[in-house]
């Protein structure tokens, strides 16, 4: 499965957009973008995910540029309880066996 | 629809005891996997099961770790003659599918005295 690549942390003015980045240049072809997130001692939580086209759902939005190398979750509106660390994962095929959790974006949504 | 449901969500073990965690998953769901998160670390993938099968257990430890998933009941992570190693949140995640997200349980947090 491919490396992905995200900033440490990041901050957001609550009700303002959050947007995460995360390269991942060596993805192949059959390999989706998933994102979860982990609320302080809590299990992961899903968000979403994409292969190529841009995906949105009632949490978020995915926007997975042209040529698969890197990609942004954007959260359109932040609250506090979007305080978490957020994880990119590329996975083979899309299957959910070994989700490899690395170090993530610690996102900061500030009152 | 209830989700992933662990339990017990916290368990005290003292060193040489046996843990056994249990994971219900979310209805119609026959994928299990465990995962292992260390203090101040990521999670670690441990097994993933399908009913009856272990399909891969490349991430559990070669000793006194186990796990099962019976035709009926919970999924069980057993792990034997605790040390304090063991120390970490346990999360357990179901999906419906292989190659559909998973969703993720709680934790149970277990600590070795």
């Known amino acids: 499965d491919a490396k992905t690549t995200q900033p440490p942390s990041m901050d957001c003015a609550e009700g303002r957009a959050a947007n995460l980045p995360c390269n991942h240049s060596?993805?192949?072809?059959?390999?989706?973008v998933y994102w979860y997130r982990q609320i302080h001692s809590q299990g992961p939580q899903y968000i979403i995910h994409?292969?190529?086209n841009n995906e949105t759902n009632e949490m978020a939005s995915l926007i997975i540029t042209e040529d698969r190398k890197s990609s942004t979750l954007i959260l359109p509106h932040a609250t506090l309880r979007d305080t978490a660390v957020y994880y990119c994962?590329?996975?083979?095929?899309?299957?959910?066996?070994?989700?490899?959790f690395g170090s993530g974006t610690q996102l900061t949504v500030l009152p | 629809n209830a989700g992933v449901m662990q339990n017990p969500r916290h368990l005290v073990r003292r060193r040489g005891q046996e843990a056994r965690l249990r994971c219900s998953p979310m209805?119609?769901?026959?994928?299990v996997y465990w995962y292992r998160q260390l203090p101040e670390e990521g999670l670690k993938f441990m097994v993933y099961?399908?009913?009856?099968?272990?399909?891969?257990e490349s991430g559990m430890p070669k000793e006194r770790f186990s796990a099962e998933f019976p035709k009926e009941g919970p999924s069980i992570l057993r792990i034997q003659q605790v040390v304090r190693g063991d120390s970490a949140a346990y999360f357990c995640?179901?999906?419906?599918?292989?190659?559909?997200?998973?969703?993720f349980g709680q934790g149970t947090r277990l600590t070795v005295v």
């Open positions: 995640a179901s999906s419906p599918k292989s190659n559909t997200e998973a969703f």
């Open positions: 060596t993805i192949s072809g059959n390999e989706y």
């Open positions: 994409g292969l190529k």
């Open positions: 994962i590329v996975i083979r095929g899309g299957s959910a066996r070994q989700l490899t």
């Open positions: 209805k119609g769901h026959s994928h």
């Open positions: 099961l399908q009913k009856e099968n272990i399909i891969d």
